[in-house]
């Protein structure tokens, strides 16, 4: 898999790692405790799962602005020889999400912020309700940087990725004019070629981004009414629908770029191939064994068909006995 080492596909394991986190350590625990119509897991439990929710949520969201600004780099510059990073940076830098996510989930530990049950009681977020001065900073913060921020790197690099398209479009039908579809320069070939790549990834990752609104604008846009709007206007039904998106929006992400992704799409169908002829080889094995030992004759029958004189061992006493006859 040394081929899939590149930096989207870093960020890509990175968004996955942070979804599954979600997916496996909440979704159950919400869907159990919505079946008993409460709570499960005590005080300490919905601080933690609360914990996890916001960590992989705020990972998501950087990560995906992370992919967005490489995309931009690669296909407004053209050059990806220059921005090649090696794997230790590009490992930095996935571990820079990870901490500066987790500082931002951690405060509410702290007393910067508070987790508390939200909806029906049968999930567990950061405390949007409680109007204290520190508790709406630490709102007022997270909503910047964990989602204005990103998303106005994530706007700004698709408006320039747009931008830049647009103009290669023009420069390789006028170079096509110029020279001819088959006279084209060879870096002309790649080029065209390198930014037809990225532009499908960059569709990718516009799909991701669109899901990951449709899922969180809501989440934000409550939260603000709750800190500045009408709290009366806030159903326990209204407070869980954007609960439901945010975690449905989990097992897509992984999904959409699991199907969209040639390289990851092929190298998966060849480890499952790998992995049935392997289980198939073994098989196979296992049956030769077995046949061959079915055609060789049992030793135990053997020995019971045997005449009681003509056993080994019987033959060894009769030579010792006749040894001291003798002497």
């Given at each position: 898999?040394?081929?899939?080492?590149?930096?989207?596909?870093?960020?890509?394991?990175?968004?996955?790692?942070?979804?599954?986190?979600?997916?496996?350590?909440?979704?159950?625990?919400?869907?159990?405790?919505?079946?008993?119509?409460?709570?499960?897991?005590?005080?300490?439990?919905?601080?933690?799962?609360?914990?996890?929710?916001?960590?992989?949520?705020?990972?998501?969201?950087?990560?995906?602005?992370?992919?967005?600004?490489?995309?931009?780099?690669?296909?407004?510059?053209?050059?990806?020889?220059?921005?090649?990073?090696?794997?230790?940076?590009?490992?930095?830098?996935?571990?820079?999400?990870?901490?500066?996510s987790?500082?931002?989930?951690?405060?509410?530990?702290?007393?910067?912020?508070?987790?508390?049950?939200?909806?029906?009681?049968t999930?567990?977020?950061?405390?949007f309700?409680?109007?204290?001065?520190?508790?709406?900073?630490?709102?007022?913060?997270?909503?910047?940087?964990?989602?204005?921020?990103?998303?106005?790197?994530?706007?700004?690099?698709?408006?320039?990725?747009?931008?830049?398209?647009?103009?290669?479009r023009?420069?390789?039908?006028?170079?096509?004019?110029?020279?001819?579809?088959?006279?084209?320069?060879?870096?002309?070939?790649?080029?065209?070629?390198m930014?037809?790549?990225?532009?499908?990834?960059?569709?990718?990752?516009?799909?991701?981004?669109?899901?990951?609104?449709?899922?969180?604008?809501?989440?934000?846009?409550?939260?603000?009414?709750?800190q500045?709007?009408?709290?009366?206007?806030?159903?326990?039904?209204?407070?869980?629908?954007?609960?439901?998106?945010?975690?449905?929006?989990?097992?897509?992400?992984?999904?959409?770029?699991?199907?969209s992704?040639?390289?990851?799409?092929?190298?998966?169908?060849?480890?499952?191939?790998?992995?049935?002829?392997?289980?198939?080889?073994?098989?196979?094995?296992?049956k030769?064994?077995?046949?061959?030992?079915?055609?060789?004759?049992?030793?135990?029958?053997?020995?019971?068909?045997?005449?009681?004189?003509?056993?080994?061992?019987?033959?060894?006493?009769?030579?010792?006995?006749?040894?001291?006859?003798?002497?």
């Amino acid at each position: 898999f040394r081929s899939l080492r590149s930096f989207s596909n870093l960020m890509i394991l990175n968004l996955t790692i942070a979804d599954l986190s979600l997916a496996v350590g909440n979704v159950p625990i919400f869907v159990i405790s919505s079946f008993a119509n409460d709570w499960i897991l005590g005080a300490i439990g919905c601080k933690i799962y609360a914990f996890i929710g916001s960590l992989t949520s705020y990972v998501s969201i950087n990560t995906l602005a992370a992919i967005a600004v490489d995309k931009c780099i690669v296909i407004v510059k053209t050059l990806p020889a220059q921005r090649s990073a090696s794997s230790k940076t590009l490992y930095m830098l996935s571990v820079f999400i990870w901490i500066y996510s987790l500082l931002w989930s951690v405060t509410p530990f702290l007393g910067f912020g508070f987790y508390i049950l939200e909806g029906f009681d049968t999930s567990c977020t950061v405390d949007f309700l409680t109007r204290q001065t520190l508790n709406r900073t630490y709102i007022l913060c997270i909503f910047f940087f964990h989602f204005i921020f990103p998303l106005s790197l994530i706007s700004g690099s698709y408006s320039l990725i747009f931008i830049a398209v647009r103009r290669y479009r023009k420069e390789y039908e006028l170079a096509t004019n110029v020279y001819g579809e088959n006279e084209l320069p060879v870096r002309v070939k790649n080029e065209n070629k390198m930014l037809a790549n990225e532009n499908k990834t960059a569709r990718v990752t516009f799909i991701v981004i669109s899901i990951f609104c449709i899922a969180w604008v809501p989440y934000a846009t409550v939260a603000l009414i709750a800190q500045f709007g009408d709290i009366t206007y806030l159903t326990p039904m209204k407070a869980a629908i954007p609960c439901i998106l945010a975690k449905f929006s989990t097992v897509l992400n992984p999904i959409i770029y699991a199907i969209s992704q040639p390289k990851f799409r092929a190298k998966y169908i060849k480890f499952r191939f790998d992995r049935k002829a392997k289980f198939a080889r073994n098989v196979n094995i296992y049956k030769c064994n077995f046949q061959t030992r079915s055609l060789l004759p049992n030793p135990n029958e053997t020995r019971r068909s045997q005449p009681p004189n003509s056993r080994p061992e019987h033959i060894k006493l009769n030579k010792l006995l006749h040894g001291q006859k003798r002497l």
